[in-house]
């Protein structure tokens, strides 16, 4: 298989994953209060699947008086977009119009796209079709959901929940080829998953994005196995 169709076949298979899980979005925001149109607008212009789940499930709890707070989860969720932003910055172009519509669509399936190539045009090519792929199928199921939510019933019992994260994993375990890589992955995981019950959403992942720094930072771990080998000894 040819680059550009590995590249376009794993930006496919994200869209499709995250997209699914739209509807999930879509039958819990009506749940929670919000009109038909009101949930998709929020899916055009807000565009970050955690930022709005934190958002409605906030907004659920406690009704419009919960409006600042629902606001304040999805802002703190959001802040990793910057990170992402400043990662993809040379890749989506030099121009500023390009840039300024690139930033709608950073987000975190089409920057782990785009940064599991080695190529800076397959980089380029992963996170438009990620992006622009999600952006569209991603509105499409929120209005599914909307509509339709309550005839579907509990999105978790058809496993929407998990798809996003099946499509995480499935980037990253191609990455785990070196004791670096494998480090960071372990130790970002094992901190999400310790803090999740006792921080408010979103807030675990920051922490571990932290970790992950920290441990690629000071390459803990780094060396490969075969490069902390001893060199044979020359015989003289």
């Known amino acids: 298989m040819s680059a550009d169709r590995e590249v376009w076949r794993e930006a496919l298979g994200v869209v499709l994953a995250t997209s699914a899980y739209g509807v999930s979005f879509g039958a819990l925001a009506v749940a929670s209060g919000l009109d038909v149109w009101q949930t998709c607008v929020l899916s055009l212009l807000m565009f970050t699947g955690g930022s709005q789940f934190a958002f409605v499930g906030v907004f659920a709890a406690g009704g419009v008086a919960a409006l600042p707070s629902a ?11 910057v990170a992402y932003g400043m990662r993809m ?7 500023p119009a390009r840039r300024a519509l690139a930033a709608h669509f950073t987000i975190d399936e089409s920057t782990a796209v785009a940064v599991s190539q080695s190529d800076p045009r397959l980089r380029r090519v992963g996170f438009w079709v990620t992006g622009i792929g999600i952006f569209l199928g991603w509105n499409l199921t ?10 579907l019933g509990d999105p978790k019992t058809w496993g929407l929940d998990a798809a996003a994260a099946a499509a995480f994993l499935a980037l990253l375990w191609p990455r ?3 004791r670096q890589a494998i480090a960071v992955g372990i130790a970002a995981a094992v901190v999400a998953a310790a803090l999740t019950p006792m921080l408010m959403p979103g807030l675990p992942v920051l922490v571990a ?3 992950a720094i920290l441990v690629g930072w000071f390459d803990w771990l780094g060396r490969d196995i075969a490069s902390a080998a001893p060199e044979p000894e020359v015989i003289r």
Do not use: C, K
Request: net charge neutral; no cysteine.
């Open 176 to 178: 785990l080829q070196q």
């Open 71 to 81: 606001i304040a989860s999805a802002v703190l969720l959001g802040v990793r977009n």
């Open 142 to 151: 929120t209005l599914i959901g909307a509509l339709v939510g309550d005839v």
């Open 89 to 95: 910055s040379p890749v989506v172009g030099t121009t």
């Open 209 to 211: 994005a932290v970790v």
